[in-house]
């Protein structure tokens, strides 16, 4: 039997614009946001999210029609 992995996805908030962004890996959210530095969100526990003045980061899994269809879209 084969263990399905859980694709993380960590959406980004910029409070100033209301803007959304998702993004599939830390290096990938720094890449695109140099305000952040890499060594802050490297060290951030995001399991209950995080938050500042400028941003607001928190983390999710991507679910696929499978995951739905076996209930597991509820939290």
């Known amino acids: 039997m ?5 694709r993380k996805v960590l959406h980004l908030e910029i409070k100033a614009t209301g803007e959304h ?3 599939g890996s830390l290096v ?8 952040i530095p890499y060594h802050t969100i490297k060290r951030l526990d995001l399991s209950d ?4 003045e400028t ?3 928190r ?5 696929t029609p499978s995951d739905v ?4 879209n509820n939290g």
């Not at 084969?2 to 859980?6: F, G, L, N, Q, W």
């Open 2 to 6: 084969m263990v399905k992995m859980k």
């Open 21 to 23: 962004k998702y993004y």
């Open 49 to 52: 999210g995080w938050e500042n």
């Open 55 to 57: 941003f607001k980061i």
């Open 28 to 35: 990938a959210l720094w890449n695109d946001n140099d305000a």
């Open 69 to 72: 269809e076996a209930g597991k």
């Open 59 to 63: 983390l999710g899994s991507l679910l």
